[in-house]
């Protein structure tokens, strides 16, 4: 699944570790997700559209 989380964390000039702190998940979960190589959780990609004050399809697209 693509998604802006990468850039959206960048725009916050926060690190992999601030955001997964703000999340309670793991850096490596944070990365995992960024590089596409996990899809978030519904609960966590709701925390994650909370965080960034956006509708979940303005982060994550799952067309291929």
């Known amino acids: 699944m693509k998604n802006r989380l990468k850039v959206l964390r960048a725009e916050r000039d926060w690190s992999q570790a601030e955001l997964a702190g703000n999340l309670d998940v ?6 995992a997700i960024e590089t596409g190589k996990h899809d978030p959780s519904l609960p966590l990609a709701f925390r994650i559209s909370r965080l960034f004050n956006l509708p979940i399809e303005e982060i994550f697209d ?3």
Do not use: G, I
């Not at 793991?26 to 990365?31: F, G, I, L």
């Open 62 to 64: 799952d067309e291929q």
């Open 26 to 31: 793991s850096r490596q979960a944070v990365n």
